[in-house]
């Protein structure tokens, strides 16, 4: 009983990191999306129609996603939607890293002085973004897999 407990304890910690992480990104980029307009321009395969509903939708999707994983809301469809959303990134990191997009990805709005969460955690395509992103995917997992096989019922 002790070892559902501690898994328990850490998965909401992931819980709640992960949403607030997809919340404040998702805030910063609302206050100013520029990195990542300039970012998802680099991307030539997607459609111009594509990339601006990625700019528009991404913003308040993260917004939304983070809040409810905050809360716990919904988890039995919050959950796989952010464990996707991370995948995502970790892809995104991989591809900007293998294609040698330079500078700021925008994960965290514009990179200056005042956002720390951008400084601490780096916005630049590299090794540190791809390892970064592919912690965010296995707590990712480990929530899911933790709400799927140890509560059934998702709530």
Known sequence: MKKKKIIDAVSILFRMLLGALLL???ILKLQDNSALFETVAYITWIPAS???VVIDTLPYIEVLVGALMITGYFKKYILP???FIYVGFFLFAIYGFGSGIEGDCGCFGEVDDSNILAYVLGSTFGWSMVIRNGIFVAMAGAVLWNT???DPQGE
């Open 81 to 83: 939607v952010g464990a």
């Open 50 to 52: 594509l990339k601006s």
């Open 148 to 150: 799927t096989f140890y």
């Open 24 to 26: 404040i990104a998702g």
